[in-house]
């Protein structure tokens, strides 16, 4: 069996709560809109030329009952007031012939900016580490550019996808983030 190298990448989030902690996660996999799917989470590469494409053109292109491969973060609680936040960070080289990373990151008491910068920044660290590259990130960070530069020849940019909710006494409160590989 052969599967293709994905060529397109759609970034989605949702949350549910619910007195069961596995429909909780459900209402938060169809507000993120990939409840009909078969998910297979898979690891973190964005792949060689792959370019991310809005959410609804991505839907379009999918089938109910099709297997997907997603990079997602989940985080759940019973707890009231808890908040929990689920993000994945993209960090895409300049050179679409370079290959990217994704990360996921969840994380309780952080709020959406909190989190989503972390999955970004770890996203950034994760990638220039596979390139050989092995410093502080604060380093190579151009605030005046918004990227990441790696090299001379390598310039990052990042984003992320981020949900946060808090938990509400007597139910499971669950927060996803998904980039959705798309042949």
Known sequence: MSIEIPSKVFLTR???QHKEKL???ELALREARIAPFNLVKVSSIFPPHCRLIPKEE???QLNPGQIIFLIMSENVTDETHRMI????GVA????????GYLSEHHSFGQCENEAGQYAE???AYMLATTLGKDFDLDQIWNEEKSVYEISED???KTQNITMTTCGKNGFWTTAVAAAVLIP
């Open 154 to 156: 390598i310039v990052v």
């Open 14 to 16: 949702g949350h549910g």
């Open 92 to 99: 895409v080289p300049n050179e679409t012939k370079h290959y």
């Open 58 to 60: 991505g839907l379009k």
């Open 23 to 25: 429909a909780s996660f």
């Open 85 to 88: 936040s689920a993000s994945v």
């Open 121 to 123: 920044d770890l996203a």
